[in-house]
């Protein structure tokens, strides 16, 4: 999965565009690729929506494959909400990149799932980008601009 990614990555380096990692109110993105640690290891699929120019809400699903939680079948899947901070503006970083901060409060299984996560966007052009994520939960993969 991480060649996938890897050449994803590649094909989409060549794109230029004005491409906006964050715009503020409004934006919306969404986020699929690998889990790779945190609850367990899977895959992973996020949204977010742009409430002003600094936070923006959503949520998530993640799908576990192995070394879930405890080793429980009832902790394959985290559902959860999700708040991000954007740095974009603060750091006055370029219009391709954004860092955010944020934490995922969801359910686990049974059971309560609360993580934190600092993570970045880089978009190759208008629509295609790539994001990491990495704290309680860890992902990586491609980034698309609604």
Known sequence: MKKLVFMLMLIFAGATASAQAWTGKGDQKINAGLSAWGYGTGITGTYDYGLNGLISVGAGLNAYFSNYKDNDDDNRIFVFGRLNFHLK????????????????????????GLGAHIGARYFFSERIGVFAEVGNNGSLGVSINL
Do not use: R
Not at 91 to 107: N, R, S
């Open 89 to 112: 503006d603060a750091l006055q970083l370029p219009e391709k990149l954004d860092i955010y901060p944020g934490v995922d409060v969801g359910v686990v299984g049974k059971d309560f």
